[in-house]
């Protein structure tokens, strides 16, 4: 196979085996590339992107920016909070008032769950995903996941667990896609009210015993609590939730094995996770946002070379 079977990437949902195969080996590949002394190439040279963040980001809109940067495409860079969103415009007004300079691809997070999909469907230009609400996070999910096969030679037959807000989590959704997609055993865990209704109709087993599931992983992937997305109390106390779901030295030295410890960002420090253990050799946290330049870089290119001009 050499491209992909879609045009957009919207999800994981929308990907096959196949196609996150052709994106890792090509993630291998400008892995090898930014590691060199010249870290660019002049693959995208001829094409313009446009990052388009009406939420906050700091790893997922530099990322990006580095990966266009490397493959040297024009970019042109929208932040709502400074913007005519402002003064009411729409999402397609302020898309197509873009596209209307000559723009090929569109990056963009977006607080409304949908809205890269929507936007697909009215525009014409190749759109990621880059976060949408509590929908989606596919380049997360695929750099958390090229990370995982890097560090334990394949995903398949793993044991991943998910902690935390499952509820609230686009990042928990992807992962749970790419990693069934890749043949790992997936489980969440974390306090009732933040685990889903029928999630397990997704293919996952589900775990409130923090010490069970770490028994029985090889992975934990650490999630933050979104209060950004609460409108209610969904746990007593952030101490009390510390206490049930917080990875810490304590917890892991009463395992009677190593595991590898992820966390997509940004952390809670003392929440979810404590400092010790993020900042720990089998804590891969910041390869997970190494990888994501590579990623990134792969997505692009291969959903740049769909683009017919
Ligand atoms: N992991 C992630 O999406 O981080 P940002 O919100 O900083 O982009």
Redesign the pocket.
Known sequence: MSELSVNHLLGIKYLSKEDIELIFKTADHFKEVINRPIKKVPSLRDITIANLFFE??????LSFELAEKRLSADIVNFSAASSSVKKGETLIDTVNNILSMKVDMVVMRHPNPGAGIFLSRHVNASIINA?DGAHE?PT?ALLDTYSIRERLGEVAGKKVVIVGDILHSRVALSNIFALKLQGAEVKVCGPKTLLPKHIESLGVSVETDLKKALEWCDVANMLRVQNERMDISYFPSTREYAQQFQLNKKILESLNKEIVVMH???INRGVEITSDVADAENAIILDQVQNGVAVRMAVIYLLASKINR
């Open positions: 906050n980001s700091t790893r997922t809109r976060g996070h997360q997509p960002g940004p």
